[in-house]
């Protein structure tokens, strides 16, 4: 018991004790929000905003509440927070949802607090406790509701200012396929719609700390390497960038690869396939967004659609797909040497059946390719040729999303 007394007392223990677990705490409350808005967390970036926006709130009010339960908690807004008013903005997500969020957030922490409450409270103090935590707990969010609607406000504002509003918004109509015509859409732009399109997302890992402007940097990059006639921008989010690139002719995503390589550590990029038009535009675009979600979940930087079409596809259903590649590999996951097994028949599979090729990109010899697979072999009850394409998909899942259950952790070539 602390040296203050009343409520006071009490809902510094509870907030201290919440405050232990509150990764979990902040968890529960953004898988709330995923659950009644899941278009919002469906892209990676916007569920790691979201994320980051929730604990950032919660561990602001806890920590106020566990050193100063009977002082009022200081005003302002966390930084990730004012981040996710700027990307509601910026995607054209409505207000009424901006606050629908935090009241689901703000009863998902409270029934915390309460259990957390029966378990320290007498009963006799229990209906003072909660009265006093209620109000503790409303009057912060209807100040960091406040504070946001506040930067929703001012970014909408800036927007309406100018062409960027116009810009985004064009940019929304051609990718939900809205009927706009192209000469009016370009003409909005500035940028051609009759051409051939390659969409890229890049997007920054939030605890990378990346250069302001590293972004736009890495697309001017990519742009370069592609030979692009010309490029269209969209900033989505403060961590996130959508670009298209219209080139003569194909890009080798070798020197794209090289060029995400060469930028600061933790940025990322996903590319679609090359599509011409309108719909082209949409269809590459909608290809890099689906890549990227198989490249969110380990620590690789760059995919290429063309390289996980099939994953992408499979992945829709990731129940089934997991089932599938239990069924397919399970007798290799417990193999003493597991990542040199499955890194070695993707590779052959790859290369078509060559052993010799094989050993030269794996960096080994030959001999160390052909007993790999003979223990392959001998392991499935099959040679991996026999089930050629259910081997080689199956290997790929593992590759670009990990074994199910377990973090995605993509093996190096």
Same mark, same amino acid.
């Given at each position: 018991?602390?040296?203050?007394?009343?409520?006071?007392?009490?809902?510094?223990?509870? %907030?201290?004790?919440?405050?232990?677990?509150? @990764?979990? !705490?902040? $968890?529960? =409350?953004?898988? /709330?929000?995923? &659950? *009644?808005?899941?278009?919002?967390?469906?892209?990676?970036?916007?569920?790691?905003?979201?994320?980051?926006?929730?604990?950032?709130?919660?561990?602001?009010?806890?920590?106020?509440?566990?050193?100063?339960?009977?002082?009022?908690?200081?005003?302002?807004?966390?930084?990730?927070?004012?981040?996710?008013?700027?990307?509601?903005?910026?995607?054209?997500?409505?207000?009424?949802?901006?606050?629908?969020?935090?009241?689901?957030?703000?009863?998902?922490?409270?029934?915390?607090?309460?259990?957390?409450?029966?378990?320290?409270?007498?009963?006799?103090?229990?209906?003072?406790?909660?009265?006093?935590?209620? %109000?503790?707990?409303?009057?912060?969010?209807? @100040?960091? !509701?406040? $504070?946001? =609607?506040?930067? /929703?406000?001012? &970014? *909408?504002?800036?927007?309406?200012?100018?062409?960027?509003?116009?810009?985004?918004?064009?940019?929304?109509?051609?990718?939900?396929?809205?009927?706009?015509?192209?000469?009016?859409?370009?003409?909005?732009?500035?940028?051609?719609?009759?051409?051939?399109?390659?969409?890229?997302?890049?997007?920054?890992?939030?605890?990378?700390?990346?250069?302001?402007?590293?972004?736009?940097?890495?697309?001017?990059?990519?742009?370069?390497?592609?030979?692009?006639?010309?490029?269209?921008?969209?900033?989505?989010?403060?961590?996130?960038?959508?670009?298209?690139?219209?080139?003569?002719?194909?890009?080798?995503?070798?020197?794209?690869?090289?060029?995400?390589?060469?930028?600061?550590?933790?940025?990322?990029?996903?590319?679609?396939?090359?599509?011409?038009?309108?719909?082209?535009?949409?269809?590459?675009?909608?290809?890099?967004?689906?890549?990227?979600?198989?490249?969110?979940?380990?620590?690789?930087?760059?995919?290429?659609?063309?390289?996980?079409?099939?994953?992408?596809?499979?992945?829709?259903?990731?129940?089934?797909?997991?089932?599938?590649?239990?069924?397919?590999?399970?007798?290799?996951?417990?193999?003493?040497?597991?990542?040199?097994?499955?890194?070695?028949?993707?590779?052959?599979?790859?290369?078509?059946?060559?052993?010799?090729?094989?050993?030269?990109?794996?960096?080994?010899?030959?001999?160390?390719?052909?007993?790999?697979?003979?223990?392959?072999?001998?392991?499935?009850?099959?040679?991996?040729?026999?089930?050629?394409?259910?081997?080689?998909?199956?290997?790929?899942?593992?590759?670009?999303?990990?074994?199910?259950?377990?973090?995605?952790?993509?093996?190096?070539?």
């Amino acid at each position: 018991m602390t040296s203050r007394s009343g409520p006071d007392a009490y809902i510094g223990q509870i %907030a201290a004790a919440l405050l232990v677990d509150v @990764d979990q !705490l902040a $968890g529960e =409350v953004a898988a /709330v929000i995923a &659950e *009644r808005v899941p278009e919002l967390a469906a892209e990676p970036v916007v569920g790691r905003e979201i994320a980051a926006s929730t604990r950032a709130n919660v561990v602001r009010f806890l920590s106020s509440l566990a050193t100063s339960p009977g002082e009022p908690i200081p005003a302002g807004v966390p930084l990730e927070a004012l981040d996710l008013a700027r990307t509601f903005v910026r995607r054209g997500i409505d207000l009424e949802v901006l606050a629908h969020v935090y009241r689901w957030g703000q009863n998902v922490a409270w029934r915390r607090w309460m259990v957390e409450a029966g378990r320290r409270v007498p009963a006799r103090d229990y209906p003072a406790v909660l009265e006093a935590s209620a %109000a503790l707990l409303f009057t912060f969010v209807d @100040d960091v !509701l406040r $504070g946001m =609607v506040e930067q /929703v406000d001012h &970014e *909408r504002a800036q927007l309406m200012a100018g062409v960027a509003a116009r810009r985004e918004q064009t940019i929304r109509l051609l990718i939900e396929g809205a009927p706009i015509a192209p000469e009016t859409a370009g003409q909005r732009l500035d940028y051609r719609l009759d051409g051939a399109h390659t969409a890229v997302v890049l997007w920054a890992d939030p605890a990378a700390q990346a250069p302001h402007g590293a972004l736009e940097s890495l697309a001017e990059a990519l742009a370069r390497s592609a030979r692009a006639t010309s490029q269209l921008i969209s900033a989505p989010g403060r961590h996130a960038l959508w670009a298209w690139l219209t080139t003569p002719s194909g890009i080798s995503t070798s020197e794209l690869a090289d060029a995400v390589l060469a930028a600061p550590s933790g940025l990322r990029a996903a590319i679609g396939g090359r599509h011409a038009g309108v719909e082209g535009f949409r269809r590459s675009h909608e290809e890099a967004l689906a890549a990227q979600r198989l490249l969110a979940g380990g620590d690789r930087r760059f995919v290429s659609h063309a390289d996980v079409e099939v994953i992408a596809l499979m992945a829709s259903d990731a129940e089934r797909l997991s089932e599938f590649v239990v069924e397919t590999l399970a007798p290799l996951r417990a193999a003493a040497n597991s990542a040199a097994l499955l890194d070695t028949l993707r590779v052959y599979l790859d290369e078509g059946g060559n052993a010799a090729s094989a050993a030269i990109r794996l960096g080994t010899h030959r001999n160390t390719v052909l007993s790999r697979l003979a223990r392959a072999r001998e392991l499935l009850g099959h040679d991996v040729t026999e089930r050629r394409l259910s081997v080689a998909v199956a290997l790929e899942a593992v590759y670009h999303l990990g074994w199910p259950g377990s973090p995605a952790a993509a093996p190096r070539e």
